[in-house]
């Protein structure tokens, strides 16, 4: 079974610190990483992504950090903002269209 | 572009109940699937086509039918409901195999 594990399930952090979302996969097949985003009631919308030819990505305050020897992704959210509070899903794919995402979590920015 | 749109919202069933989930997309994409999300469980991939006439089985398929005589719209079917089909279900479409786009999801609860 293909698996993409995540954590933490829940994370707090203070208004301008630093947001950091791990996840682990198994599959060395795997060659493209997304992180989602969503809000409550709504559906999930891409937030960046990676290939695994780059060890980090930056777009804005976001950043993916990718080791492809330990098969691990992070997300890290810089001056973290209550406005970033919000579930975060990884995902992996093997380019056959078909998404394996983590569990989520659950980040909450506190003023 | 209304984007990625899904009826009904909310819906209540019986146990043995049969329904369709609706889902339409107005951006001429090829890709388009069909997820569940659970708590703590991230989302999981029901079906999938890749083009008009063409579907496949996700992770998770059994107790659920699709079609795709369209591009533009693809029905889930619930053939007999059960209560581990309560959750809630997003529709989402894709131009390639990397970025989705997901509707606003419809939450079912089956008793």
């Known amino acids: 079974q293909q698996q993409v594990k995540q954590s933490p399930q829940s994370l707090i952090v203070q208004k301008g610190g630093i947001s950091i979302i791990n996840c682990a996969y198994e599959?060395?097949?795997?060659?493209?990483f997304p992180w989602y985003q969503q809000f409550p009631g709504k559906g999930p919308a891409l937030l960046i992504a990676?290939?695994?030819d780059v060890s980090e990505k930056k777009e804005g305050r976001f950043t993916i950090s990718f080791n492809k020897s330990a098969k691990q992704f992070s997300l890290h959210i810089m001056d973290s903002q209550p406005g970033d509070s919000a579930t975060y899903f990884c995902a992996a794919s093997d380019s056959n269209y078909q998404l394996i995402w983590g569990a989520g979590t659950k980040l909450i920015i506190k003023p | 572009n209304a984007g990625v749109t899904q009826t009904p919202k909310f819906q209540v069933l019986k146990t043995g109940q049969s329904m369709t989930l609706q889902c339409a997309q107005d951006?001429?994409?090829?890709?388009m699937s069909w997820y569940r999300q659970d708590p703590g469980m991230g989302l999981r991939l029901i079906h999938y086509s890749v083009g008009a006439g063409i579907t496949d089985q996700g992770e998770v398929p059994n107790g659920y039918n699709v079609s795709r005589s369209t591009t533009e719209d693809f029905p889930l079917r619930l053939l007999s409901a059960a209560p581990s089909q309560t959750s809630v279900y997003f529709c989402a479409s894709s131009p390639d195999i990397y970025e989705q786009f997901f509707g606003p999801g419809t939450r079912l609860t089956v008793l």
């Open positions: 951006m001429n994409h090829e890709y």
């Open positions: 990676i290939r695994p």
């Open positions: 599959n060395t097949a795997f060659d493209y």
